[in-house]
Structures are given as structure tokens and as C-alpha cells.
């Protein structure tokens, strides 16, 4: 199985950019949203997927490596005040999305790209 939790989230149109991921059910604070399985990018592999569209969709790895994230895993917008976070499995080869706080269903599922859901660094695009 690439990821679990399909069946409990969508993609679907994002008022904060194009595409987002979206709760299509209730969710409790804590609860795993998804659990995505991970394309690695080896360092070399890097400098040639930053000339394309996946540049926004990956995530960093181990090693100066990156990855893709299966399922929907690399569809979710960023917030600087997020209702999910993300944690990178490294032993697992797995990325996991878990819940803040409650979340409603048909409500969009956001993350903070700087892994910690507290950060407040600048990312690398305007934030609306």
C-alpha cells in the first residue's frame, strides 16, 4: 500500500494556492491524516528537479537527499499556523501527517513548510 488515509482526504481546489489537500471527515486533535511512502532524489538528481514544477513539492531527506511524497502527501499548502504537522520517518522511508487540532470535514489541510508548525522562518515564496 503507498498511503494510508486516501480514503479520508481529497485534492481539490485551494483558496491560498491552485491545489490543496482537503479532510472529506471529521478529524480529532492528533490523529495520523495520512501516512505516504517517499520517492527518494539522490543529491546529484537535485539541481535537475529544481528547473521543474515538482521544485515546490519536495521535501528535504537525509544526506542532502530529497523525496516525493506518494498519495497526497506532496499536495499540501503551507501556514504559518498550520492544523497539521509532518514527520519525516527516515527508518521507514515514510513521511507522516497527523492533526493539530479538530479538524472539520471539507476543511483544508495545511502544513508549515519548515517542518516545525510553530516556525515563522521565511519560505522561499510570498505567503498570502
Known amino acids: 500500500m503507498t498511503c494510508s488515509g486516501v480514503e479520508q482526504i481529497i485534492l481539490g481546489e485551494s483558496e491560498i494556492s491552485g491545489r490543496g489537500v482537503f479532510a472529506v471527515r471529521d478529524f480529532k486533535a492528533g490523529e ?30 537525509s544526506e542532502g537527499r530529497a523525496v516525493l511524497a506518494l498519495g497526497l502527501g506532496s499536495m499540501y499548502n503551507h501556514s504559518y499556523n498550520p492544523n497539521c504537522e509532518y514527520k519525516v520517518k527516515l527508518n521507514l522511508n515514510k513521511i507522516e501527517f497527523k492533526s493539530l487540532q479538530a479538524i ?18 521565511k519560505v522561499w515564496f510570498d505567503v498570502q
Open 32 to 61: 495520523v491524516v495520512e501516512l505516504c511512502d517517499v520517492l527518494i532524489i539522490s543529491k546529484k538528481d537535485i539541481k535537475w528537479i529544481d528547473k521543474t514544477e515538482l521544485y515546490d513539492h519536495y521535501y528535504a531527506w
Open 104 to 121: 472539520n470535514n471539507g476543511q483544508e489541510l495545511l502544513i508549515n513548510y519548515n517542518r516545525d508548525p510553530k516556525c515563522k522562518d
